[in-house]
């Protein structure tokens, strides 16, 4: 039997009166809630305990311990472990449309995003491999992994816009910059996560899913100037609302999430690349202010719980990482060394931002997954 079926078993023990392991699991569940999946809804959620008895996840992954258990003494100190690298974004000519795309003078490189986590995450597979583990990434260039473009949703786009009330140009104009400004955000953004997890889920199966981002802050309201602040964190999936809750998908997305086993080894996973990360770049932790995100162990102040699309999706352990603000004077100078040697073939910097993320997730994965 999976481990997934024994917890649902488990689950479905609660619902026996007098059953005190029953009520241990029971007790578990809502300490989960309250701590991490639905810290801002009150106890109303804990009604929904019934039906997550009813589900049956599966779970096709290894724990972390089973991997390395199964492990030869002589083995490589990854080996038996296939993790997934999501390259967050798509960058190239997608990467204005995604507003991943910016520079703060002429003479500068554009920063995008999408292009720089792909080289990160390439990165890491080389490092990864000669490691043992067996490693997918989900692009391997700057273009969507959604093989629909824009255009296949212009009639779901345009059934969502209000038409113009008059026949002026102008109107009919604006209608339709509208109606290409939806069709194109479903393409690359919405459709685009939703089409990486159905990879995910439904044909690389690894044991474990790594989502490579590289943060950046609102811009001031003044003008394009950077930002003094940078930090890093590192999120996993949590923090539903009570509106987010109300909707049936997404009460059914967290039921399985919270029954497949996916939750424990998203936080294991999630400490040890918030403490690499924290270490290889000296950043502080993150802050969030609203109540959007949650904080779950004061001990690991780079991890975050919040319900991003990709991290309720996808059935395995991920993890999403958001190291450095691009926008920051320290970051964005960084980067900007780091393309400018990458555009004329220099050697790399000594403290390339690029390579440091690289070895630091490589860091994080090793404390998880590695031999003693
Ligand atoms: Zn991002």
Same mark, same amino acid.
């Given at each position: 039997?999976?481990?997934?079926?024994?917890?649902?078993?488990?689950l479905?023990?609660?619902?026996?009166?007098?059953?005190? &392991?029953?009520?241990a699991?029971?007790?578990?569940?809502?300490?989960q809630?309250?701590?991490?999946?639905?810290?801002?809804?009150?106890g109303?959620?804990?009604?929904?305990?019934?039906?997550?008895?009813?589900?049956?996840?599966?779970?096709?992954?290894?724990?972390?311990?089973?991997?390395?258990?199964?492990?030869?003494?002589?083995?490589?100190?990854l080996?038996?472990?296939?993790l997934?690298?999501d390259?967050?974004?798509?960058?190239?000519?997608?990467?204005?449309?995604?507003?991943?795309? &910016?520079?703060?003078?002429?003479?500068?490189f554009?920063?995008?995003?999408?292009?720089?986590?792909?080289?990160?995450?390439?990165?890491?597979?080389?490092?990864?491999?000669?490691?043992?583990a067996?490693?997918?990434?989900?692009?391997?260039?700057?273009?969507?992994?959604?093989?629909?473009?824009?255009?296949?949703?212009?009639?779901?786009?345009?059934?969502?816009?209000?038409?113009?009330?008059?026949?002026?140009?102008?109107?009919?104009?604006?209608?339709?910059?509208?109606?290409?400004?939806?069709?194109?955000?479903?393409?690359i953004?919405?459709?685009?996560?939703?089409?990486?997890?159905r990879?995910?889920?439904?044909?690389?199966?690894?044991?474990?899913?790594?989502?490579?981002?590289?943060?950046?802050?609102?811009?001031?309201?003044?003008?394009?100037?950077?930002?003094?602040?940078?930090?890093?964190?590192?999120?996993? &999936?949590?923090?539903?609302?009570?509106?987010?809750?109300?909707?049936?998908?997404?009460?059914?997305?967290?039921?399985?999430?919270?029954?497949?086993?996916?939750?424990?080894?998203?936080?294991?996973?999630?400490?040890?690349?918030?403490?690499? /990360?924290?270490?290889?770049?000296?950043?502080?932790?993150?802050?969030?202010?609203g /109540?959007?995100?949650?904080?779950?162990?004061p001990?690991?102040?780079?991890?975050?719980?919040?319900?991003?699309?990709?991290?309720?999706?996808?059935?395995?352990?991920?993890?999403?990482?958001?190291?450095?603000?691009?926008?920051s004077?320290?970051?964005?100078?960084?980067?900007?060394?780091?393309?400018?040697?990458?555009?004329?073939?220099?050697?790399?910097?000594?403290?390339?931002i690029?390579?440091?993320?690289?070895?630091?997730?490589?860091?994080?994965? /090793?404390?998880?997954?590695?031999?003693?």
């Open positions: 039997m999976s481990s997934s079926l024994t917890q649902c078993r488990l479905s023990l609660c619902l026996l009166p007098g059953c005190l &392991f029953a009520q699991v029971s007790e578990q569940i809502a300490h809630l309250s701590t991490r999946y639905t810290p801002y809804v009150d109303a959620s804990l009604r929904d305990v019934d039906s997550l008895a009813g589900q049956e996840a599966e779970a096709w992954w290894a724990t972390p311990e089973v991997i390395r258990a199964a492990r030869g003494e002589d083995a490589l100190p080996s038996g472990l296939h997934a690298l390259p967050g974004h798509i960058g190239g000519i997608w990467a204005e449309w995604e507003g991943r795309h &910016f520079r703060v003078s002429e003479a500068d554009w920063v995008r995003e999408g292009e720089l986590v792909l080289e990160v995450a390439q990165r890491v597979r080389t490092r990864l491999v000669a490691l043992g067996e490693v997918s990434l989900l692009r391997e260039s700057n273009e969507p992994v959604n093989p629909k473009r824009p255009a296949d949703y212009w009639t779901l786009a345009a059934s969502q816009i209000e038409e113009p009330a008059t026949r002026t140009l102008s109107a009919q104009l604006d209608y339709a910059l509208a109606v290409r400004k939806r069709a194109v955000k479903m393409a953004v919405t459709e685009e996560l939703v089409e990486r997890a990879c995910i889920n439904e044909v690389i199966r690894p044991d474990a899913l790594l989502s490579l981002h590289i943060n950046a802050a609102p811009w001031p309201k003044e003008a394009q100037h950077l930002v003094h602040s940078d930090h890093a964190h590192v999120l996993i &999936f949590g923090c539903l609302s009570a509106q987010e809750l109300a909707s049936p998908r997404q009460q059914a997305q967290l039921a399985k999430k919270l029954t497949n086993g996916s939750g424990p080894i998203e936080v294991e996973l999630g400490t040890a690349l918030g403490h690499a /990360l924290a270490e290889a770049t000296d950043l502080p932790a993150s802050d969030y202010e /109540l959007n995100a949650i904080r779950i162990d001990e690991v102040p780079e991890l975050w719980a919040r319900n991003l699309l990709l991290l309720r999706l996808v059935d395995c352990p991920t993890v999403l990482l958001e190291p450095y603000i691009a926008n004077k320290n970051s964005y100078a960084r980067i900007q060394k780091a393309l400018a040697a990458r555009a004329v073939y220099a050697p790399l910097p000594e403290d390339d690029l390579i440091e993320y690289a070895d630091a997730v490589v860091d994080g994965v /090793l404390r998880v997954y590695g031999s003693e």
